[in-house]
């Protein structure tokens, strides 16, 4: 599968921003998916991930991202998303999609555990 991350751009403190990652090559519905961000002079960190549709689509964050983002899937449109708001200067990075049809749970937040990626969309908190 091909991973396409879009939607980033320029935004003020306190605005919401859609994210978009579009699967091409397979069908997304057999991965489940995660997004990382990586801040300027940061590690790269996970924000969370959703599971298949088989496994009820579920939605697990990590606390950088608990309250203010969301992430769902829309396998009609082979598309997932981020959903984020009221963002802070602290979100500017660059965000990133991965799937991976094969992942374990206890590993869900671990960049190694995903196969493929997108490359990045940018993401700009300023006033």
């Known amino acids: 599968v091909q991973l396409q991350a879009s939607g980033g751009g320029t935004v003020q403190p306190g605005d919401s921003l859609r994210l978009s990652c579009a699967a091409s090559g397979d069908t997304l519905d057999e991965y489940s998916v995660a997004w990382f961000r990586r801040a300027p002079g940061k590690e790269r960190e996970p924000l969370g991930c959703?599971?298949?549709?088989?496994?009820?689509?579920?939605?697990f964050y990590a606390d950088s991202a608990k309250g203010r983002f969301t992430i769902s899937r829309d396998d009609g449109k082979n598309t997932a998303y981020l959903q984020m708001s009221s963002l802070k200067p602290e979100d500017t990075g660059v965000y990133y999609c991965?799937?991976?049809?094969?992942?374990?749970?206890?590993?869900?937040?671990?960049?190694?555990?995903?196969?493929?990626w997108g490359q990045g969309t940018q993401v700009t908190v300023s006033s």
């Open positions: 959703i599971s298949t549709s088989h496994d009820s689509s579920a939605t």
């Open positions: 991965a799937a991976d049809p094969r992942i374990i749970w206890s590993s869900r937040y671990a960049a190694a555990a995903y196969a493929y």
